[in-house]
């Protein structure tokens, strides 16, 4: 079987919607590219960025809580997530979030110079340089993230021995992959372990896999399952399908495919216009498009 190529999307717990879509969109520069609500608990919005382009790889996405209910982050959950952005433009983009009065500070934690600092709700990102140069130096997609894990050991196993990452030469004490795709995602687990995590606002929910198709999925849940892990059914996600597990990390891992896509419900010109509801919330609609709070967009 193929080994992961890249990460499908990053999904975070966050807090006012329009704060939410103010940094991604206008600190960042991400777009908007879906409006949804959260098919598991459909009075919370779920809110997708991607590029402009809506290129696999690039997409983060939000469940923005209105209820002050912040997270404590600690293991079992993914830590900060990096960007990367054009070669050559890491100072300019520095420049560009102190600007922002954002608190950056430059470490080497993905083993280059990363600018470390944190969104509107606390979430810990980053920015590292990618290899190659643009005409602009908009982020052009994850560079990767950092996994809290319980068990350094028992993540490594099912990142290296079952979805193939290659383990990198890094002087830290962390440990460092990356996935065999073009895209080379870059995952570091941080040794030692922290205290447990708490989800809640400015913490991460899960981080997402990307497989091409149903037929890959199910193989991978067959391959997972007979790994000794305990793996969901297959969820259909609109504009993906998907499965689940915790592994043994308490890292929740979810694999997802590529098709059909964003632009299943939307032209491609105009994702992220509308609120975009499943057939099964399609006759609630007026409900909650009074509960939600109106973005400005
Ligand atoms: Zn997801």
Redo the contacts with the bound molecule.
């Keep these: 079987m193929e080994p992961i190529k890249r990460i499908h999307?990053i999904?975070a717990i966050v807090g006012d919607p329009n704060e939410n879509l103010k940094f991604y969109r206008d600190v960042l520069g991400l777009r908007l590219i879906k409006q949804t609500v959260n098919f598991d608990d459909p009075g919370v919005y779920h809110l997708y960025f991607g590029d402009h382009n809506d290129t696999p790889g690039t997409v983060i996405?939000f469940f923005p809580w209105t209820n002050d209910n912040y997270g404590r982050k600690g293991s079992g959950q993914v830590g900060r997530i990096a960007f990367r952005v054009p070669k050559g433009s890491l100072d300019s983009w520095k420049e560009h979030l102190i600007a922002q009065d954002l608190e950056v500070e430059t470490t080497q934690l993905f083993g280059k110079s990363t600018l470390e600092f944190d969104d509107i709700h606390g979430l810990e990102l980053a920015i590292v340089e990618g290899e190659e140069t643009a005409e602009n130096n908009e982020i052009v997609g994850f560079h990767g993230s950092v996994l809290l894990s319980r068990n350094p050991a028992g993540t490594k196993k099912i990142l290296t021995d079952l979805m193939g990452l290659t383990e990198l030469e890094v002087e830290d004490q962390n440990d460092h992959f990356e996935t065999v795709g073009e895209e080379k995602h870059h995952i570091i687990t941080e040794i030692p372990p922290q205290p447990r995590g708490r989800f809640g606002i400015g913490t991460v929910h899960?981080i997402?896999w990307s497989v091409p198709n149903m037929e890959v999925l199910k193989a991978w849940q067959d391959k997972l399952m007979g790994s000794g892990f305990g793996v969901t059914a297959v969820r259909d996600r609109n504009y993906f399908n998907?499965i689940y597990l915790s592994e043994k990390g308490n890292v929740v891992f979810?694999f997802?495919t590529d098709d059909p896509g964003f632009d299943v419900d939307e032209d491609k010109d105009s994702l992220g216009a509308a609120l975009k509801l499943p057939e099964q919330y399609e006759h609630r609609r007026e409900e909650y498009e009074t509960l939600l709070p109106k973005l400005d967009i």
């Design positions: 999307h999904t996405t899960h997402a998907s979810e997802a």
